[in-house]
């Protein structure tokens, strides 16, 4: 899962960064009005974490942009005051959430979570596929009850399948999503991935589409 920060406060954008990053998200950053723009213009964002008072160009004016472009990601706003006339207008701008400055990083991720999980048709921050079990509040991976050990970026392809399994998702896909903007990017590397995914969590689990891309399934609903 992808996430775009769009923060001109230095001290908040980090804090926002590694608290994200830790729990499991590919984080790019902006620190004006004019790069988040364009960021969320270009690159296929699951959340953006939008503040409302940027440099060059506003927080609203960004939004509006987007929704009219037809740029539909969730967007969580962040706003410095209390404002009730503010929320409306942001809500009413096409805004997912929105949350007031000063909050708990505890209560911004559990806010992405089920803002990112909305869009996916995803009720529970717990996701299943047949005994297989992801736990996007904690982290955790289980099959049939047995906890399964996976690196950062593991985890990271794990995730985005689960929530959108069923349905195919390419390589080039998962590289967009698993990868900030400014890491180095090879979709081989997906492949060595869901090589090391399968032999954790069952072979049969990740179908590969031939020339498209690959489908998370549960093999036991698949068999009967
Ligand atoms: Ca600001």
Redesign the pocket.
Known sequence: MRVLVV???RDLREQLKTALGDAGYAVDTADNGEDGQFLGETEPYDLVIL?L??PKVDGMTILKGWRSQGRSMPVLILSARDRWSEKVEGLDLGANDYLTKPFHMGELLARVRANVRRTSDQVSAVLESGDLMLNTATGQVTVGGQPIKLTAYQFKVLDYLMHHRGRIVSRAELTEKIYAQDHERDSNTIEVFIGILRRKIGTDRIVTEKGLGYRLVDPAAANG
């Open positions: 923060e001109d406060d503040d008072g940027l």
